[in-house]
């Protein structure tokens, strides 16, 4: 199947040839008509698998046709449960948008940042990207009404429900016209998700791709016994001995984080920290440079893995195992994409070892476990 028989217009699958894309994921090609007709949809598939680009594209188009209308507040809300999220769901409206002949303006609000600018820049905004709490802020102070949106998004609505925003969205959900599309994507169908889905979806198209049992293949995974004193010597070994230039640490929490990266900056390895503490300016730029390949070594919590995707990541590394067997698959699947082999290392404690043996069963892989040389 290829993008022209989904129903785009000529303009984006042009935008969709220059940006490399060829043929449509397994969600796109079910995801993109369904939007199309204004069905609301229910997509459960796993990060990376290409559902951000799924509902931008058919929203643009349907945007098109009331576009010319001059609207003092936006027609479309995609809520989101990070400010990286937020950020990188703009980017794809914004990147397509700029093929279309009636221009639609896209706006990314989120905490951590002054509100006053992110006021100043609603005043003709067609899609509003935004986390619930910055919304909820928003709203408070009559800078947003929401009653003119006719697309409501729930993007990774697993995760937001996770992070404790169940009360929020309920909240901005109450605010809105009762008809509307509704379109929500998650990662899995959790309990709190169904309950949401049942309130939120009428009639939906029900998309989900099931995560095929060799998608790991492309990873190779090694785990060593290490103890805890000894994980940070044995990290700046790891790094140095394989010479690794680019590298995504992940700790568990945000005291760790810190911890790692001085540590490695005081041995001479270049190295920024990605958490919820920092300003959204050193977040945004401590990615950027990672990205481009300017930093050697990220060390970021789970909570920021939803924003970092890096087609050709070499290597990932845990310093600490996650709670969530699914947020190790997450983090280790940061490398091996686009058809390019990459290395996930674990360093295990030898109190974690049976918490490693239930992640490793629940994703049906066995790890190579062993001792450090």
């Known amino acids: 199947m290829s993008f022209t028989s989904l129903g785009l217009s000529t303009a984006l699958l042009e935008a969709l040839v220059n940006q490399n894309f060829t043929v449509p994921t397994p969600i ?19 990060t990376g698998s290409g559902k951000t680009a799924g509902y931008v594209l ?18 479309v809300l995609v809520l989101v449960p990070t400010r990286e999220l937020a950020e990188q769901v703009k980017d794809v409206f914004k990147t397509f948008s700029k ?14 940042v002054s509100i006053n600018p992110q006021m100043m820049a609603l005043q003709g905004v067609n899609v509003l990207v935004a986390t619930p709490g910055r919304l909820l802020e928003l709203v408070e102070s009559n800078a ?43 990662a899995t169908l959790s309990d709190d998700l169904q309950h949401i889905h049942q309130i939120l979806l009428h009639d939906p198209v029900v998309i989900k ?20 004193e000894k994980k940070g010597p044995f990290l700046r070994h790891l790094i140095n001995h394989h ?55 990220l060390v970021a919590t789970d909570l920021m893995a939803r924003g970092i995707d890096i087609n050709f990541l070499p290597f990932v590394i845990n310093y600490e195992l996650p709670r969530s067997p699914k947020d ?6 940061r490398t091996g994409r686009a058809d390019t082999p990459g290395e996930a290392i674990s360093m295990v404690s030898p109190n974690e070892l049976p918490h490693f043996e239930v992640i490793q069963k629940k994703m049906g892989k066995k790890v190579k476990t062993t001792y450090p040389v």
């Open 209 to 228: 791709i099931e995560v095929e049992e060799d998608s790991l293949d492309l990873i190779n995974q090694i785990a060593y016994i290490v103890t805890d």
């Open 328 to 333: 190790y698959i997450h983090r280790i699947g």
């Open 28 to 46: 796109q090609q079910t995801a993109i008509p369904a939007i199309l007709n204004k069905k609301d949809v229910l997509g459960i598939a796993k």
């Open 144 to 186: 947003v009404h929401l009653s003119t949106i006719e697309t409501l998004v729930l993007d990774e609505a697993d995760k937001m429900l996770n992070l404790g925003f169940k009360e929020e969205v309920n909240r901005i959900i109450s605010l809105l016209p009762k008809k509307r599309q509704n379109i929500l994507f998650s």
């Open 243 to 297: 010479e690794m230039k680019q590298v995504l640490v992940f700790a568990s929490s945000v005291h760790q984080v810190d911890a790692i990266v001085n540590k490695l900056r005081k041995n001479n390895i270049d190295a920024k920290a990605v958490h919820s503490k920092k300003s959204q300016g050193a977040r945004t730029e401590a990615l950027s440079h990672f990205k481009s390949g300017k930093l050697r070594v």
């Open 58 to 75: 058919p929203i643009l188009m349907n945007l098109q046709e009331t576009a010319g209308v001059k609207n003092r507040h936006a027609n």
């Open 99 to 112: 093929a279309l002949t009636v221009p639609i303006k896209t706006l990314a609000v989120y905490g951590g």
